[in-house]
């Protein structure tokens, strides 16, 4: 995908069980470049993006979280992943430091949409890893980019951040987009033997930062 535009359409007072935050949302549009995530080359389409943004974010280098939008996880509490314990350990994250931005982007199943990451979830019961699922049904491993989210950082006049995340390929976009990240923080939450494949997967083939499983083979 190839980044056209980016606005902010709205901002709010937003309080949480964490704190009190300030919800902005932002609409990038953006042209697909054939990449194996469904989409013809050429076509548009508008993608949205949530900013939750606390405190000072601009005296020292923010602590930032990009979390891809999971249905499964973050509303219905799957246990099928991690993402929503990703997300309450970020949001806990910035409310101890009284600062930091969550960016939530609309990327379901790392890119693929619902009903598809659905449909890996059946061949994952099939034996499947979440990679071979996403291949059988052709797509990429991994379909999403970061373009939206970093402009909206430079929207937001930040260029330096403390990223929270396992996942180098995060830390590369931002770099290559000029955000300069000065520290990854990690985002491993207390594993669970319902996700523990997805996480050795992710360690073993995407290579993410994990260092604690329920067990080593």
């Not at 520290?183 to 523990?196: G, H, K, L, W, Y």
Request: proline residues 3%; contains cysteine.
């Amino acid at each position: 995908m190839g980044l056209e535009s980016v606005k902010k359409v709205a901002e709010a007072d937003f309080p949480t069980r964490w704190g009190a935050f300030r919800i902005l949302g932002f609409e990038g549009t953006l042209t697909a470049a054939g990449k194996g995530d469904g989409t013809k080359p050429g076509a548009t389409k508008t993608e949205g993006l949530v900013a939750l943004v606390m405190g000072d974010i601009h005296s020292t280098p923010p602590i930032v979280r990009i979390h891809s939008q999971c249905l499964t996880g973050d509303v219905f509490g799957s246990l099928r992943c991690d993402c929503r314990l990703q997300l309450e350990l970020a949001l806990s994250k910035i409310a101890a430091e009284g600062a930091g931005i969550l960016l939530y982007e609309q990327q379901e199943g790392r890119g693929i949409g619902l009903m598809a990451k659905l449909k890996a979830y059946e061949l994952q019961d099939q034996g499947r890893d979440t990679v071979e699922a996403n291949v059988e049904l052709g797509f990429e491993a991994d379909c999403r980019e970061y373009e939206l989210p970093t402009q909206v950082l430079k929207l937001l006049g930040v260029s330096k951040v403390r990223l929270i995340t396992n996942n180098p390929d995060k830390v590369s976009a931002l770099e290559s987009a000029g955000i300069s990240v000065t520290e990854r923080v990690s985002a491993e939450v207390e594993p669970q033997e319902t996700f523990e494949r997805y996480l050795r997967t992710k360690q073993e083939k995407m290579g993410h930062i994990v260092e604690t499983l329920v067990s080593d083979e």
